[in-house]
């Protein structure tokens, strides 16, 4: 059985908190909505993870849609024996944050959800119930610019109250002890953290006082959630290869665009899709999309290491929300995106030996693996905070994936990636 069931938002989210488990030798496994079923979890790969997590794509759904998703996939686990779940969230607050928690809390069959939104090694961290990002308010940060979700609050608990009409109280690092109190009524538990000495010390707290069934946070509150939950751990073994390194790009956040600007800088040879690869449908079978793919695979034969990315900054990607092609709202426009995107790696895939495949972006992310297929995701390792190695069960593609969230990492990710990749 497994022990504890972690509901993300989008894959990528999935994965930096799939991988807190995993690299303490907590087997986990990884499904998209479509792959999963309480009905028929089984085979190996299931039957060994101690930790189920389950990508919802909710992140750019209407509030409702992602609060009522969140309901019914937690009640249908709590009838397949699911006791204790983990409700990922963003680290910068972004997406459906409000509502997905109170879905967690109407239906996860507990009075308590604490909820905990540091990742300190991120450098994010809240502080008397404000969130900060680089030392600078959530509000105030690159997120409040982000094209697509903006964050446009800092109080977590604002935050939350945009979207539910929830009760929530603000635990600060001088009264954890509250954190092991149970509430009488459903209560829904801020907790500030900036280290994670505090998140450490806070996790003793909700221990002594039994308040471990219902969590949430990011990747930073899932990190010591393997001793925290008791959860066995096993062996695992897996091979890397240095056979190539392709990194495919949608995510346009600023942070992600200067990592790129930086992997040219060290000598990644660069090709950039156009409006018309990335919406037109019927690009993926023209002519031109073979030429495209064909310099892609030479390139990956000639020099080992290519970027392909969806634009050069993030004006270009808001540029299409604010002027869309006709017909096309912003949620199609993801799929649209994704979709293209997922069909020209597997074409490139297809036309080239490639030991390693890098993605940037929770929505480019899920394009690509609906395209490989197979039965979920196993993380092996982290390479750096927010960016997990994996492999794909039974997919149409063999080597590793690389995941990493758009708004995370230095500066010199692909620079961690490639040393990682080619054992520097």
């Not at 497994?2 to 907590?26: R, W």
């Not at 024996?81 to 069959?109: C, H, M, Q, V």
């Not at 109280?169 to 280290?195: C, F, H, M, Q, V």
């Not at 000598?267 to 037109?280: A, R, V």
Request: aromatic residues 6%; contains cysteine; hydrophobic residues 40%.
């Amino acid at each position: 059985m497994n022990k504890l069931l972690v509901i993300a938002d989008d894959f990528t989210g999935a994965m930096d908190t799939g991988v807190q488990f995993s690299k303490k030798g907590v087997p986990a496994l990884v499904l998209t909505m479509e792959q999963l079923s309480f009905d028929d979890i089984g085979g190996a790969d299931c039957d060994s993870a101690e930790v189920l997590v389950v990508d919802t794509e909710s992140r750019h759904l209407p509030a409702k849609e992602a609060r009522d998703l969140v309901v019914k996939i937690t009640l249908d686990a709590r009838a397949h024996g699911f006791r204790r779940f983990y409700k990922k969230t963003d680290s910068a607050l972004r997406g459906n944050i409000g509502s997905e928690l109170a879905g967690l809390l109407e239906a996860g069959g507990d009075v308590c959800l604490t909820f905990v939104p540091a990742f300190p090694k991120s450098r994010r961290v809240t502080r008397n119930g404000i969130h900060y990002i680089d030392g600078v308010e959530a509000a105030r940060s690159i997120f409040s610019k982000d094209p697509f979700t903006p964050v446009t609050r800092s109080s977590v608990a604002d935050i939350i109250h945009l979207q539910a009409d929830v009760p929530t109280e603000n635990i600060t690092s001088d009264a954890y002890e509250k954190a092991g109190l149970r509430p009488e009524k459903k209560a829904l538990r801020i907790l500030d953290a900036e280290s994670m000495e505090d998140i450490g010390a806070l996790g003793a707290h909700l221990k002594r006082g039994g308040n471990l069934n219902l969590l949430a946070g990011c990747a930073g509150f899932a990190e010591i959630l393997p001793e925290l939950l008791e959860l066995q751990k096993r062996e695992m073994k897996w091979e890397r290869s240095e056979s190539g390194l392709l990194v495919v790009a949608g995510s346009v956040n600023p942070i992600s665009i200067e990592q790129l600007a930086y992997g040219e800088s060290i000598g990644f040879s660069t090709f950039t899709l156009s409006l018309e690869q990335k919406l037109d449908a019927s690009y993926i079978n023209s002519p031109d999309c073979g030429n495209f793919v064909r310099g892609v695979t030479d390139e990956l034969k000639r020099s080992g290491r290519v970027i392909v990315k969806t634009a050069e900054d993030a004006a270009e990607a808001a540029l299409i929300e604010q002027c869309p092609p006709a017909g096309m709202d912003k949620n199609c426009i993801f799929r649209r995106v994704a979709e293209n995107i997922g069909l020209i790696t597997m074409k490139i895939l297809n036309e080239t030996q490639v030991g390693n495949l890098v993605v940037f972006g929770g929505d480019t992310l899920h394009g690509v693996l609906s395209k490989i297929g197979g039965g979920g995701v196993v993380p092996l390792a982290e390479i750096a905070p927010g960016v997990a190695a994996a492999k794909v069960i039974s997919g149409r593609y063999h080597g590793l994936v690389i995941t990493k969230s758009g708004g995370l990492g230095n500066q010199d990710v692909l620079q961690q990636i490639n040393d990682f990749v080619f054992k520097r």
